[in-house]
């Protein structure tokens, strides 16, 4: 299995502030490489698709890059409906797809 | 619209079997993949297996073969999972997803609102 890591695995942040995730898959996985940000007691939303596709419905604030086995989540100015576990995806062994541990987010 | 609706939570024995309902609407049942994933306590995101139901052979994670079995019935278009041997490690919530695609680039853009798989004596 292709294994995921993030960091930091958690960090704390203050409304307004640029936020940056990294995560680093195991192998070369190009861009198949997906975000997603999870609320407690809810199921997880897609984000960025494709290392940095924003979904539809998601704000421009959020934004994704990287390629091969280095990518970044940036949310360029943190909004209180922001603080959330962020996890990375790859799905470039699709079916069989590895969740990074997530990073979360919290009030300074 | 798609939407995936789940069955309710679940308490179960040690040793029991459970198996969990994703009723899906919206979009084309038979070509996506609907994959289960599940969340233990406090923890990350594990791949648990995926049916394409217009090919119907189901794809599982090498540490849960030969205990679950996921199935599709396309005229409900519902997706099944079921555990068996269940032990207190197999508590989590138990989500299914369905897989989208732009290209070969694949994601999981529609989720189940999760289902609470509980294993206690």
């Known amino acids: 299995d292709i294994e995921m890591t993030q960091s930091p695995s958690s960090l704390s942040a203050s409304v307004g502030d640029r936020v940056t995730i990294t995560c680093r898959a195991s192998q070369s996985i190009d861009i198949y490489l997906n975000w997603y940000q999870q609320k407690p007691g809810k199921a997880p939303t897609l984000l960025i698709f494709?290392?940095?596709s924003l979904q539809s419905g998601v704000p421009s604030r959020f934004s994704g890059s990287g390629s091969g086995t280095d990518f970044t989540l940036t949310i360029s100015s943190l909004q209180v409906e922001d603080f959330a576990t962020y996890y990375c995806?790859?799905?470039?062994?699709?079916?069989?797809?590895?969740f990074g541990p997530g990073t979360k987010v919290d009030f300074k | 619209q798609v939407q995936l609706m789940q069955s309710g939570a679940e308490v179960k024995k040690p040793g029991s079997s459970v198996k969990v309902s994703c009723k899906t609407s919206g979009g084309d049942f038979s070509t996506y993949a609907l994959t289960w994933i599940r969340q233990a306590p406090g923890q990350g995101l594990e791949w648990v297996g995926r049916?394409?139901?217009?090919?119907?052979?189901?794809n599982y994670a090498q540490k849960f073969q030969g205990r679950v079995t996921i199935t599709a019935d396309g005229s409900s278009t519902t997706v099944y999972m079921e555990f068996s041997s269940l032990r207190s490690a197999d508590t989590a919530i138990y989500y299914c997803a369905r897989t989208s695609c732009s290209g070969n680039k694949c994601y999981f853009a529609n989720w189940g609102q999760g289902t609470l798989v509980t294993v206690s004596s």
């Open positions: 049916i394409i139901p217009i090919a119907g052979k189901p």
């Open positions: 995806q790859q799905s470039y062994r699709t079916p069989r797809v590895t």
């Open positions: 494709a290392a940095s």
